[in-house]
């Protein structure tokens, strides 16, 4: 069935190090794909999105690119910072539907000085 | 501009009582969305709103969760009777439209805890 997968958390890294959060999917057609992420103590909120294949979302000095033909959307950066710490989720929705969100189960990152 | 606002934040109650939560979605926003967020998963849709209407109600539990949206603005959503597994966050959304690739903007969040 239709299904997002990510990497398991959380991952720890050190400021200024270099982030990869793995994320696949399982839909038919061709879904526009988000990255979504929660604060502490703050709601979800749009990271960066892309809606068709080889569209590179960008946002805070994070990228995703969408990858048809691995069915991927890993989400990088180059320089993490302790802000940066944070729940991080992968989802889509279906082309030509009405805007469910299919979400993957989150990961959470945490960034030391 | 104001978010989506949602209350209570925070509930406790035994199981088979009833609960009820409230949504006020960005204004102008013909679309509402209803998850259910249980500890360690990714949102699930529960219920989507165009408008007054009810567009995907496909994973409600509809023998005890109901939802409906007043003059296409304001949502509540109702469970009763509550059962253990309901425990979870509930996370009202809304955007301005329903095609898909549109942003979806978050509340807060209701923290319901059932005994």
Avoid at chain 1, 53 to 58: C, L, N, T
Avoid at chain 2, 10 to 23: G, H
Avoid at chain 2, 82 to 106: N, R
């Amino acid at each position: 069935g239709d299904s997002v997968t990510q990497m398991e958390g959380p991952v720890t890294l050190s400021e200024e190090a270099f982030l990869t959060i793995n994320c696949t999917y399982t839909a038919t057609g061709y879904p526009s794909l988000f990255w979504y992420v929660q604060y502490p103590g703050e709601g979800l909120q749009l990271l960066l999105k892309a809606t068709k294949a080889d569209d590179k979302g960008s946002n805070k000095g994070f990228e995703a690119t969408y990858r048809k033909e691995t069915t991927s959307f890993h989400l990088e950066k180059g320089s993490v910072q302790v802000s940066d710490s944070a729940v991080y989720f992968c989802a889509f929705s279906f082309s030509g539907g009405y805007n469910k969100l299919i979400f993957g189960a989150g990961t959470r990152l945490a960034v030391h000085p | 501009e104001a978010g989506v606002a949602q209350s209570p934040r925070y509930k406790i109650i035994e199981k088979r009582q009833s609960v009820a939560f409230w949504c006020n979605p960005i204004s102008g926003h013909a679309t509402l969305y209803w998850y259910q967020q249980i500890l360690g998963q990714g949102p699930k849709l529960l219920i989507q709103f165009q408008n007054n209407g009810v567009v995907d109600d496909s994973q409600l539990p509809k023998d005890r969760f109901s939802a409906e949206r007043l003059k296409g603005v304001d949502s509540t959503l109702k469970i009763q009777p509550a059962k253990l597994e309901d425990s979870a966050v509930y996370l009202c959304a809304s955007s301005p439209y329903s095609s898909s690739g549109s942003e979806q903007y978050f509340g807060p969040g209701t923290r319901l805890t059932v005994t």
